[in-house]
């Protein structure tokens, strides 16, 4: 902004001419549009974050998620809703910081709007003063002209009525002309005036020119300040709830490492046994052998049977 200064390159030969002011004011207009802008879409990325995480916490807490596993993994299922709702929190609380943020954007653009309010209240009028003088200069000067006008007009009667026998036709004449000269002076003073009036409002408004572009300047320089640190705090925020999205998974994959599956499955067997080692099972064969021995031997014993039945007889 050093080189750049607004009071040195915002001017214009028109004496009339506001085109330089008219620029500096469009521009602080635009910076002003983009405020609002970055403050509108913070509101709705606010939005967009709060539904977010209002949406992941209903989800967390109302919808289940393995609600019949045991031990090691019913640990790690519970954490990993926890770490969700937390999650869902941290959405929920970025969502309120991005808010108050957009709540400072639109603080920002008030004061500066009051405070542009009141130097565009003494330019415009003194844009005012500078067009009604320039005006009532000119006009002044079209009195003064056409009064010159009016006593060449008296002198070249005078002079064509030289040769005239009538005095009075004469006297006429002559009054005329010192009258036109009287008018012509008195034009000629009023002319002046307007143009030392106006010179002194011209140098009214280079006065007031120059410091509203002092004022425009510190202003535009504020807004950048602002409007940077606002964008980097924006982009600190968004990183940091990038970090503590990852940080809450990792939580979850610590409490869930493959070294536990093991001891899962042991608990699993305590919870359900149901028998012993399916090594120490008769192989298929084996029970066809032995359930043949046993009816044979069941037949063995009833014919024993039988035949001491028959001899006791």
Same mark, same amino acid.
């Given at each position: ?99 108050? $943020?957009?709540? %400072?954007?639109? !603080?920002?653009? =008030?004061? @500066?709007?009051?405070? #542009? ?90 006065? $007031?020119?120059? %410091?509203?572009? !002092?004022?425009? =300047?510190? @202003?535009?320089?504020? #807004? ?90």
């Amino acid at each position: 902004m050093t080189r750049s200064l607004f009071k040195g390159n915002f001017w214009s030969a028109d004496i009339l001419s506001t085109v330089g002011y008219d620029s500096i004011i469009q521009h602080l207009n635009n910076g002003r549009k983009n405020c609002k802008e970055f403050e509108e879409f913070l509101k709705e990325r606010a939005a967009v974050e709060e539904r977010y995480g209002k949406d992941l916490l209903s989800l967390s807490r109302k919808k289940p998620c393995g609600q019949s596993e045991t031990n090691t993994l019913k640990r790690a299922l519970e954490v990993f809703k926890q770490q969700v709702d937390s999650v869902a929190q941290c959405h929920i609380q970025l969502a309120q910081s991005l808010r108050e $943020e957009a709540r %400072k954007m639109e !603080e920002f653009r =008030e004061k @500066q709007k009051l405070q #542009r309010k009141k130097t565009e209240l003494v330019m415009d009028a003194i844009h005012k003063q500078k067009s009604l003088q320039f005006k009532k200069t000119m006009d002044a000067k079209k009195n003064y002209e056409q009064k010159c006008r009016d006593k060449d007009e008296a002198e070249q009667a005078v002079s064509r009525s030289a040769n005239l026998v009538n005095p009075k036709q004469q006297e006429k004449l002559f009054v005329k002309l010192a009258t036109s000269k009287t008018a012509v002076e008195d034009s000629d003073k009023a002319y002046m005036l307007h143009v030392s009036t106006l010179d002194k409002v011209r140098e009214e408004w280079q006065s $007031e020119h120059i %410091k509203a572009c !002092e004022a425009f =300047e510190a @202003q535009e320089c504020e #807004r950048i300040n602002f409007f940077r640190n606002a964008l980097w705090l924006h982009v600190n925020q968004l990183s940091q709830q990038c970090v503590t999205s990852d940080e809450h998974p990792s939580c979850m994959r610590i409490s869930t490492p493959p070294r536990r599956m093991q001891s899962h499955q042991e608990r699993l067997q305590g919870l359900t046994w149901q028998g012993e080692d399916p090594s120490q099972f008769l192989k298929p064969h084996q029970m066809i052998l032995i359930t043949l021995w046993l009816m044979t031997t069941v037949c063995s014993i009833s014919n024993i049977n039988e035949t001491r039945a028959f001899s006791g007889k």
